[in-house]
């Protein structure tokens, strides 16, 4: 209800009626989805969208259902950020570990590992602790937290070098939190539904039993797992390498270790093509290294490059690597955050924005001080309260909304693959998944009309299909006003962006640069990355739509003049990629600092820094693949080499 006693209306598209569709859709039952994870009880609640459960909840039911977590954006609670950002740190000690171990520098950084475990375990002990300041709250589920740690602690015991059968019995443990049939009867099963985080667990359980001597164990686990990512993930390769190369450069070592060089080889080149065609670095750097090391032992006339280029591109990603003090042998974070705002910022900046205050906000929901709390992140409060807020605010009061009206998580998904296709200039291939989505989707939808309608004008700008940037932008503000009613007479960067919103306001800034008119670009470039600025959570971790509008803004710092601030950017968009595992981007980003080292300075150290940046551009261009961005950085390469 509201304040007035009217209730909050529910969204008729929503995350919970999505999950109920897609499980019936693959005739899983709720027993086998939620096992281990929370009750039938609860999550018949869950189903309709009666009940508020942490992010971490609902991503592991998506990926048990093959479903990617890139289908929402939702709010978060300041508890559910701390759980992520104690997760990163967790994750970051153990991938130094495992970075020492993979480079055999054990005896040589002894110390340094002890001091990392010990860093890594004292988080671990704060996570715990949190879990029980937190056991109560309406939608937080231990069993999926204690799991992440189990599987954290088996990596430090593995850097200690602990004993096999030790290991064992920890990371069986583990597994019984949250599965109850054995890994063998697992691997039997025709119906496995397994998350992510529980096919890292997987993987670690194959890792030990090659430390108890178990090899011909290790590598049927690992076979399997590579079995099951394949077909759990076909249709979308960048859920596909979240750990699949994890798993084949594992059985490759193993298979080398028998002898099977064929067999070792052909599922790396294998796998290096898909994260090619994913343009991911996940685990890509490990994979290039076995092939070049083993070039002779296998089928390499299948690999798309030759043995010297890819040595060049391996030396290239490592050279970056160590510029930006990245780890390359990590495993990347399975969970995502991007796609969330933290529910206490939204709540006082629009209350701020509407000039409410608190006693005017919270009167007939909740007590000012409690509302003042939450605010400060002091104090939890219920959803259902907060649903009230966020009623009273104008705000969707569903803490999860989908990026597409519908309950089928296949038709949501075919959205991100025609802005893949739209970003890799496959514009018929847009067109044709384009026109087979429509008749599956709600045309009454405003969200629907805004993605169809900015989908449409990107293809018909492509296409030549429009006259003038006039009508392209007219366009484009169209479908911005259907969720933005008050645009252009509003400030941008005082909107909480969605992901399509971000999109058409990068679509409209271009549109007034091709016109010539780059102040007002770069006026709405501004406005809509301040947008993100303001949000503790964007700050830190990039969403894609952000990441869209800094890239193109960067590239209008020619007009302005700001060449450090370009560069600045450029390698903060390089870092995030390093972050994430993703470097669609990389190569156009080292072209721009190239670009604005050399307009900034003629000195000869900039010259140097320029012809080395360069050659990094077009080298990730060529691993890429990125045939056209070559020819336009092979045009350039006199001006910038010599």
Request: hydrophobic residues 35%.
């Amino acid at each position: 209800m509201d304040r007035k006693g009217k209730k909050v209306v529910k969204e008729k598209y929503t995350l919970g009626k999505l999950i109920e569709t897609t499980r019936r859709k693959q005739k899983i039952t709720r027993e086998a989805l939620t096992k281990g994870i929370m009750s039938e009880g609860n999550f018949r609640k869950l189903e309709s969208s009666q009940l508020a459960v942490d992010k971490f909840a609902w991503d592991v039911l998506l990926e048990r259902l093959g479903v990617s977590s890139d289908i929402y954006e939702c709010y978060i609670t300041e508890s559910e950020l701390q759980f992520y950002e104690l997760q990163i740190k967790i994750r970051n000690l153990a991938n130094k570990c495992l970075q020492i171990l993979y480079l055999n520098q054990v005896k040589v950084k002894k110390k340094q590992l002890e001091k990392i475990i010990s860093n890594g375990r004292k988080y671990c002990r704060a996570y715990k602790d949190k879990l029980i300041e937190e056991k109560n709250r309406e939608g937080l589920f231990e069993n999926i937290h204690l799991v992440f740690l189990g599987i954290m602690e088996a990596y430090f015991l593995k850097a200690e070098g602990v004993d096999g059968e030790i290991r064992f019995q920890q990371i069986q443990e583990t597994w019984k939190i949250i599965r109850e049939e054995t890994i063998d009867q697992l691997i039997e099963s025709k119906q496995a539904s397994i998350s992510l985080t529980e096919l890292e667990m997987v993987l670690v359980i194959a890792d030990v039993y090659e430390h108890k001597q178990e090899r011909a164990l290790a590598k049927k686990i690992l076979t399997w797992l590579l079995t099951y990512c394949l077909e759990k993930f076909s249709w979308e390769k960048t859920e596909l390498v979240k750990l699949y190369p994890y798993t084949t450069w594992t059985l490759a070592i193993l298979e080398g270790r028998d002898g099977n060089w064929e067999r070792a080889m052909d599922i790396c080149i294998q796998t290096m093509n898909i994260l090619t065609e994913a343009r991911s670095l996940k685990c890509m750097i490990p994979i290039m290294d076995f092939i070049i090391t083993h070039w002779e032992k296998g089928n390499t006339q299948t690999l798309l490059y030759n043995k010297q280029q890819l040595k060049e591109q391996l030396d290239c990603l490592l050279e970056i690597c160590k510029e930006y003090k990245q780890n390359p042998y990590g495993v990347y974070p399975l969970l995502s955050i991007e796609k969330t705002m933290l529910i206490t910022e939204v709540i006082k900046i629009k209350r701020e924005e509407l000039n409410l205050t608190q006693l005017q906000l919270s009167s007939g929901i909740m007590e000012p001080e409690t509302l003042s709390r939450f605010e400060q992140g002091k104090q939890n409060v219920r959803w259902k309260k907060i649903a009230q807020l966020l009623y009273e605010l104008h705000m969707p009061t569903q803490k999860e909304q989908l990026l597409l009206d519908h309950t089928d998580a296949n038709v949501i998904n075919e959205r991100k693959s025609i802005s893949t296709a739209i970003g890799r200039n496959e514009i018929e291939m847009a067109t044709r998944k384009l026109q087979l989505l429509i008749p599956k989707i709600d045309l009454e939808s405003r969200k629907n009309k805004q993605y169809l309608l900015c989908t449409k004008t990107v293809i018909q700008r492509v296409n030549y299909q429009i006259e003038s940037e006039e009508s392209i932008r007219k366009q484009f503000e169209q479908a911005l006003q259907l969720t933005i009613s008050q645009y252009p007479d509003i400030s941008i960067e005082n909107q909480f962006l969605t992901k399509e919103e971000g999109v058409i306001i990068n679509n409209i800034a271009l549109s007034y640069k091709r016109s010539g008119k780059m102040q007002k670009s770069l006026q709405l470039f501004e406005q809509a990355i301040k947008s993100y600025e303001k949000q503790k959570i964007k700050k830190q971790y990039l969403d894609s739509s952000q990441v869209l509008l800094i890239e193109n803004y960067v590239t209008l710092f020619d007009y302005i003049k700001e060449f450090n601030e370009a560069v600045k950017l450029s390698k903060q968009m390089i870092l995030h990629m390093f972050q994430t595992g993703e470097m669609d981007s990389m190569d156009k980003m080292l072209y721009e600092i190239v670009w604005n080292l050399y307009e900034s300075s003629s000195d000869i150290d900039t010259k140097k820094a320029c012809k080395r940046i360069f050659l990094q551009a077009l080298t990730i261009a060529k691993l890429q693949q990125n045939r056209r961005y070559i020819k336009f950085l092979l045009e350039r390469q006199e001006k910038y080499t010599t």
